[in-house]
């Protein structure tokens, strides 16, 4: 794949390079707007519509004429502006318009002032403050002018989004497909769950995990099970992933010893390089292509497995699927503990942060061997520790990235 695997290669490289790499390969379709939440947007959206639509009151109480208060006499209500029902009638000098929130105001209005700031008694109103010109009017376009882009293309349409498009009119809206991603886990050691487990064998763990966070991320699921260390087996899972799907995406046997006739039919089949990647966890990693799909193989420790899909085949398969992304915030904190750490790996360990009386604080989950599942499942963000760094002492300041997205 042009990359040089003799050292270990920094994530960004890695990042960088299967990005280079890939395009977004899903078609757009019309949907119905309750129907495309969680889809990508295939276009930018350009407001049909001024929002709001016409100059309207943000306030129960009286439209006015300035030149009428000058007078500083009470004002005689003309008549009644309803949200949905404008006022039309005539508006003689020394009148007022009562008017509710949301009711266009009446042409000539200067400002409408608050019916806590008023005395009414019949007809009469009295007003108890001098409004400034233009208070409490909502001006036509002043949310979105018309055709202004409101949403860019790439955007993941959420329940903040729907009631943006639908005050826009917007009935149907052109979205991307759902990314097609092939998974399974590989291992003669893998149970899945609900089977009695031999001496030896373990709980496929994985791909719960892999499939939760494609759902989260809006992808369609081919689930092909556990497929054992066989390399017949193999060969039909990979075909009939690459024939199905998008992507594949599988757990273990990318490591040294075990890896080798992985690597052999991967080579045969497609092209695809192995990489030792500079963090921790998640040494090993597999990235390239099949005949027709794209495939990234994790590591086969739990934690490994799903803090490279969150830092890897995350953002790669946001772009595949035409989706913007954006890593979440890194914050800096203090640890509250010392943290163990070697040179030479950029490290994502398992944090607690909290509001300490200081500031936010950090402390680490325990042991972070990669095989320790419940490292993560306790924590809520990464303490990331930088490539070059030592051990750090209590004290000192950290980064951390919350958990958003995926593993929230
Ligand atoms: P491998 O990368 O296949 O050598 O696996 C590394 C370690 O992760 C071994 O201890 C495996 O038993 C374990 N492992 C591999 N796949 C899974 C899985 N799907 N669920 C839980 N543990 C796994
Ligand atoms: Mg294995």
């Avoid at 947007?41 to 208060?69: E, W």
Wanted: glycine share 10%.
């Amino acid at each position: 794949m042009g990359f040089d695997t003799s050292g270990l290669l920094p994530l960004s490289d890695a990042l960088q390079g299967m990005l280079e790499q890939l395009a977004c390969c899903c078609d757009s379709e019309q949907l119905p707007l309750p129907a495309a939440l969680g889809r990508v947007l295939a276009s930018d959206i350009a407001s049909p519509l001024a929002v709001p639509p016409f100059d309207n009151s943000a306030m129960d109480g009286y439209a006015v004429r300035l030149a009428d208060l000058a007078a500083g006499t009470p004002l005689i209500m003309a008549g009644k502006a309803f949200a949905g029902q404008p006022y039309q009638g005539e508006w003689p000098a020394g009148h007022c318009v009562r008017i509710m929130t949301g009711a266009p105001v009446p042409a000539g209005t200067d400002a409408v002032v608050m019916q806590e700031e008023t005395l009414a008694d019949g007809d009469r109103i009295t007003f108890l403050a001098q409004p400034e010109p233009g208070q409490n009017i909502r001006r036509a376009g002043s949310d979105i002018g018309k055709g202004a882009c409101v949403l860019p293309a790439g955007t993941r349409l959420t329940p903040r989004e729907m009631p943006l498009l639908a005050s826009l009119g917007v009935a149907t809206v052109a979205v991307r497909r759902p990314l097609k991603v092939a998974i399974f886990s590989t291992g003669d050691e893998l149970k899945p769950v609900g089977a009695p487990l031999a001496h030896g064998d373990i709980y496929d763990s994985n791909r719960y995990g892999v499939r939760a966070m494609l759902a989260r991320m809006g992808c369609d699921c081919l689930d092909l099970g556990i497929i054992p260390d066989d390399p017949a087996q193999l060969r039909a899972a990979f075909i009939r992933a690459d024939a199905e799907a998008d992507v594949l995406i599988t757990t273990g046997g990318v490591s040294v010893g075990e890896a080798d006739f992985t690597k052999q039919l991967l080579d045969e089949l497609g092209e695809i390089g192995f990489w030792k990647l500079a963090i921790k966890p998640g040494k090993p990693f597999a990235f390239g292509r099949l005949p027709r799909a794209w495939f990234f193989g994790l590591p086969g420790n739990p934690v490994s497995a799903m803090v490279t899909f969150d830092q890897l085949v995350q953002p790669a398969l946001a772009k595949l699927a035409g989706q913007r992304f954006e890593r979440p915030l890194q914050l800096q904190a203090i640890t509250a503990e010392p943290l163990k750490k070697s040179p030479g790996r950029l490290d994502f360990q398992r944090g607690i942060l909290s509001q300490g009386p200081n500031g936010l604080e950090v402390r680490s989950t325990g042991s972070q061997d990669s095989a320790v599942f419940s490292s993560l499942s306790r924590a809520n963000c990464y303490i990331v520790l930088e490539r070059e760094r030592g051990r750090v002492a209590a004290g000192e300041t950290v980064t951390v990235e919350p958990f958003g997205g995926l593993l929230l």
